[in-house]
């Protein structure tokens, strides 16, 4: 890592909050009132008045650290009295709900008069691949309990203050590794105008330089380079190494820390984007000390956070104990990280592994099946009947917004009353893009809550037998689904020959849902959503990373961030964390229509190609060449055409081999289109 010299550094960033009445949605849960706010999140411990907090994040200069945040001109109106506000309870997923009727366990007298004490409940700073993040929550909400009396901030000049931080990271990286963090920010940050002028100082790119780095075991040498070879194909300088020479080589207390130095190096040094993982004990696991919640056992299979997260210190104490209370996690990602969960033994399982991801890259069966999804909601909690995020079917709804007009989607869920469909293996087989999974799980199985017979399990993956119409996979609550080292079910699928999923996103360990909101493990469910089908991140690691750092930025509260760091730690991704979206070369855009349409010849290209245009009707077409970062690669091409068939010719000898996405627009309407250029 190369620490530049930068001149002191101080300054503030500027955000006038301004709300009516109308902006605030009370709500009745059981003798409660449940306060909504556009993007409001939980604030504060369970048994607090559930005010919400909104959130914003901002790019701010290298080498400072947010030291403050201030708040003046405060104007407030009162919503009335006799209000209760409904207590925070994000609650273990596999735990019984907490049993508060009302504010004492909470000794909310402590507090004085008014909650809360401070508009402003937390702040923090991190770095994400250079990037300097500082973050704040903020609650437009002031309560008297006495009275009832709940006041809504209806003005207010907030600052986020930052100062000069000797101590903060400052990298000098390369312009993919820039451009890819760019890409994931812009999603989220409230300044992305900020993004070039903040960005880390960029390096000449050099032929040392990879962007995939493939770790494995000694055992898989012939696999690990099917990656290698896979990789380079998609447009990435891929290289991999072994565990075995890691070990021999590299500093470190154990394999775990020696493997993730190695990245670490070539994250700093040479350009990584991507770690691969392949394999199970070993290069994976990283025991987790954080200070969970009662009843939550140790986690011991820390996957992509880990490895992910370079620029913080997990063992900060030096005792060995990783990720601790008081260790240093940064929580943001620095690298995307995707495993191969294979054993040693496994040569089988990988082989199809590798097989998968090549087919559904390269020659993918073609169908309806491309534009349809799976949503399935169980019940979380029946202790809680009357708490709409107690129910599957309240993610399915909201995950069901961001579809885009032209996708169909099947909505299967549970009830209070136990009713649940039991066709979900029928829709499944029929062939589907995406599937999201909110219900409960073990390790083995997800499974309706209130019979505890299964949805999908091991012992059912026999029956999945979908013609290789291999889809995404979330399932962001089900809790151990993904253990490692055991055979789950989010293993056992991704290595299903038969036609299982292409990558899952699970939890390793406990999750986390909430009463009145969705709860962390719920929150990256919905943001992995928004950010595949309306941001078009259609690269999975980054679509998986960035909804995580999505949850940090947002949940800055002193109070609960334990639940937050638990379910960051373990939600890992199982598939290749280079997979692109297999509706990303037809267009995820609103509005899309069949009858304007686009074809690459020849394909694969070398030096020239020909893009085949069909249109409609008269238009102003405009062709774009796009890499698999999302990056715009060649000058825009614009053209006034009749309605018919036209041809666009490019010369792309300057582009390196690769996969390529061609998009044209036409009068709003967008269609694309991969290929594959070789050298």
């Not at 909050?17 to 999140?41: F, P, R």
């Not at 898989?220 to 290289?239: I, K, M």
């Not at 999201?436 to 993956?461: K, L, Q, R």
Request: proline letters at 5%; charged letters at 20%.
């Amino acid at each position: 890592m190369l620490f530049l010299a930068l001149v002191s550094l101080a300054g503030s960033i500027q955000f006038n909050w301004n709300a009516t009445a109308s902006d605030v949605q009370i709500d009745e849960y059981a003798e409660w009132d449940v306060l909504s706010v556009e993007g409001g999140m939980p604030a504060f411990a369970n048994g607090y008045p559930n005010l919400p907090a909104v959130s914003r994040c901002y790019v701010i200069p290298r080498g400072t650290t947010v030291t403050d945040v201030e708040v003046r001109h405060i104007s407030t109106v009162s919503l009335g009295h006799g209000f209760l506000p409904d207590p925070v309870m994000v609650m273990l997923l596999d735990g019984d709900a907490p049993e508060l009727s009302d504010y004492t366990d909470a000794s909310f007298e402590d507090l004085g008069y008014s909650f809360p004490a401070s508009s402003i409940v937390g702040f923090k700073t991190g770095t994400k691949t250079g990037f300097r993040l500082g973050s704040y929550s903020f609650v437009p909400f002031v309560y008297h309990e006495n009275s009832g009396e709940l006041f809504l901030i209806t003005s207010a000049d907030i600052s986020l203050i930052y100062e000069s931080d000797p101590d903060a990271p400052v990298y000098s990286l390369s312009e993919g590794q820039v451009e890819l963090a760019k890409r994931g920010l812009a999603t989220f940050i409230d300044n992305p105008e900020m993004l070039d002028s903040r960005a880390p100082s960029q390096r000449p790119e050099t032929d040392d330089d990879v962007e995939v780095l493939i770790v494995g075991y000694n055992q898989h040498s012939e696999q690990l380079e099917d990656l290698v070879s896979f990789h380079n194909t998609l447009g990435y300088n891929a290289e991999s190494v072994t565990i075995q020479w890691i070990v021999a080589n590299v500093e470190g207390y154990d394999a775990p820390e020696k493997i993730r130095n190695h990245i670490k190096s070539f994250y700093e040094n040479q350009g990584l984007l991507f770690a691969v993982i392949a394999g199970d004990n070993g290069s994976s696991n990283r025991l987790s000390m954080l200070c969970a919640p009662h009843r939550v056992p140790p986690m011991n299979t820390t996957a992509d956070l880990y490895f992910s997260d370079l620029d913080g210190n997990w063992d900060a104490d030096g005792d060995n104990k990783y990720g601790e209370c008081n260790d240093e996690v940064d929580y943001y990602s620095d690298i995307y990280v995707g495993r191969y969960p294979v054993k040693l033994t496994e040569d089988e399982v990988l082989d199809v592994m590798i097989d998968n991801v090549t087919e559904y890259h390269f020659s993918p069966v073609s169908g309806e099946w491309q534009k349809r999804a799976l949503l399935i909601g169980g019940w979380f909690n029946n202790e809680e009947p009357e708490a709409e995020w107690a129910f599957g079917s309240k993610y399915c709804d909201t995950v069901s917004t961001f579809f885009p007009v032209d996708w169909s989607f099947d909505s299967l869920c549970e009830d209070s009353t136990g009713y649940h469909p039991d066709n979900q293996m029928e829709y499944f087989n029929q062939g589907t893009a995406f599937v999201a999974v909110f219900s409960v799980g073990n390790v083995f199985d997800c499974f309706w809550d209130y019979t505890y017979s299964p949805i999908f399990s091991v012992s059912t993956i026999p029956e999945m037998n979908n013609q290789n119409n291999l889809p995404w996979m979330i399932l962001p609550i089900c809790t151990y689904s993904g253990y490692l080292g055991v055979e789950s079910f989010s293993e056992a699928i991704v290595g299903y020959e038969g036609g299982g999923a292409l990558l899952v996103t699970v939890p390793s360990s406990s999750a986390f849902t909430g009463s009145s909101e969705p709860g962390p493990n719920g929150w990256i469910g919905i943001y992995f959503s928004h950010l595949l089908f309306e941001e078009e991140l259609v690269t999975s690691g980054v679509t998986h990373g960035i909804s995580k750092d999505m949850l940090w930025a947002n949940w800055n509260s002193f109070y609960i961030p334990r639940k937050a760091e638990w379910a960051l730690q373990s939600i890992n991704l199982y598939g290749d964390p280079c997979a692109v979206f297999i509706d990303a070369p037809e267009g995820i855009e609103q509005g899309e229509s069949s009858l304007l349409s686009i074809r690459v010849i020849p394909n694969p290209v070398f030096q020239n190609m020909s893009v085949q245009l069909l249109l409609p009707e008269a238009s102003t077409v405009t062709v774009r060449v796009y890499d698999m970062t999302g990056r715009c690669v060649l000058p825009v091409e614009e053209n006034v055409f009749a309605a018919g068939e036209h041809s666009l010719g490019f010369d792309v000898s300057g582009l390196s081999a690769g996969m390529y996405v061609i998009r044209a627009n036409a009068s709003g309407i967008s269609c694309s289109n991969k290929c594959i250029i070789l050298e």
